[in-house]
């Protein structure tokens, strides 16, 4: 930029600065030509005037016209030249010779010294050369300054950019005052956010999904532990048949996960459901567990309700609750079943400390914890039934009461 604009500014210079002085080199030796010839005229026609009327010349009152320095050479008829003035030796330059009327036809010739004249033009050079370096001296200031305030959001956005590239996605929000550079920063910015979205996104998908995956797989090993301890085959074929369903139920959060994860729009995979079918699957599947720590599971509540959910999202919040339970709580386990309104509910409760006071309703916020856990268990399954139309609430913190909302079948609708 400096090397461009100082290039533009000596190109206007040379073709307006030589010119320019050339034009007033001329001015300036024209103008003084011109008035040495009017001196000369003067002097000329004096001279023309004494000759008409007297006859004679009178050298004194034309020496007056002669100006100092200056020296003046008159030709007359009947007269040898004479000469006015001193004898000019620097630089002489004459004037165009005065010719008097016929008969007498005069002539006079002014000389002067044109060294004045050309320290006028020396000056006026200068003058214009001092301004030609005076308006470069500007146009570099102005582009080093104008380099300096472009440089500095250039530089800045590429540090932007090599970060936001380096895995860095905070936005920035500098403006620099300069519309094209803004406009620059204003969609890094918004890509940073977008960036910064879909890295957050990405993060809680995998915290989530391996959350998700974690229970399905815990069940699958206390079945597989089932087998390994079992002795009659009658047995091993019962408990294979049920690691086969908690299979099935992985390959479902599977492709639950890929294709409904990031979606937290209602479910369009939503079906009726029988409620009781989906509760003794799950105490079949957690009874091992509770058994060895020595704690009943117990059903109460109304039968053969029908809801409209997701089969595996609704057996995924029920694990959850219960794996909650069996990690948490204490005693009996007890799930009830309800109807209020136009909905089912589900409540899982048992006889442990519950949920600190501190917590509250802060027990579903992601990340948050009472214990040595990773605080995703709650958020995803509340996030499950939120995506099935229903709800996940905490009815009660000591003892637990956590109950599940589900929007009830009517075969009618």
């Known amino acids: 930029m400096i090397k461009s604009t100082v290039s533009a500014v000596l190109i206007v210079v040379v073709l307006l600065g030589v010119p320019l002085g050339v034009i007033d080199a001329l001015r300036i030796s024209e103008a003084e030509h011109a008035a040495l010839n009017q001196r000369v005229q003067l002097i000329g026609f004096q001279l023309d005037q004494q000759l008409a009327v007297t006859g004679q010349v009178d050298e004194k009152v034309l020496a007056a016209l002669v100006p100092d320095g200056d020296s ?10 004479v000469m006015l003035g001193t004898a000019v030796n620097d630089h002489p330059k004459s004037s165009d010779p005065y010719i008097g009327p016929k008969p007498r036809q005069v002539t006079a010739v002014l000389t002067e010294s044109w060294s004045p004249t050309e320290m006028r033009i020396r000056g006026s050079l200068l003058l214009v050369l001092g301004v030609a370096v005076l308006a470069t001296i500007a146009a570099c200031g102005v582009a080093f300054l104008q380099a300096r305030r472009l440089s500095r959001p250039l530089s800045d956005l590429a540090q932007t950019a090599e970060r936001l590239g380096s895995g860095d996605p905070r936005p920035r929000h500098r403006r620099y005052g300069i519309p094209e550079l803004d406009r620059v920063a204003e969609v890094i910015d918004h890509t940073a956010d977008r960036i910064s979205r879909m890295l957050a996104t990405e993060r809680r998908l995998a915290a989530d999904a391996s959350h998700q995956l974690r229970t399905p797989l815990t069940a ?16 091993v074929k019962e408990e294979a048949a049920v690691a086969l369903t908690q299979v099935e139920r992985l390959t479902d959060v599977v492709q639950r996960l890929l294709t409904d994860a990031r979606d937290t729009r209602r479910s369009t995979s939503t079906v009726p459901i029988d409620v ?47 794996e909650n339970s069996l990690m948490h709580g204490a005693g009996p386990v007890t799930i009830r079943t309800r109807t209020t309104g136009g909905s089912v509910v589900v409540e899982v409760c048992d ?5 600190p006071p501190e917590l509250g309703a802060r027990v579903f916020e992601r990340s948050v914890s009472g214990r040595a ?9 509340r996030e499950l039934a939120e995506a099935d139309g229903g709800r996940l609430e905490l009815l009660q913190q000591r003892p637990p009461v956590f109950a599940v909302f589900l929007t009830a079948f009517d075969p009618l609708t």
């Open 72 to 81: 003046a050479t008159l030709t007359y008829p009947g007269h040898d030249p």
């Open 373 to 381: 856990s990773t605080g995703l268990g709650l958020t995803v399954a």
């Open 220 to 235: 699958l090993s206390m079945r597989l532990e089932e087998i390994i301890a079992a002795q009659d085959l009658m047995d």
């Open 351 to 355: 006889e442990g400390p519950g949920v």
């Open 276 to 322: 009781d079918m989906v509760i003794r699957q799950q105490i079949f599947e957690w009874r091992p567990a509770f058994r060895s720590a020595r704690r009943p599971i117990r059903v109460e509540g109304v039968r053969g309700l029908a809801a409209v959910a997701t089969p595996g999202a609704f057996a995924q919040v029920l694990a959850t609750l219960m």
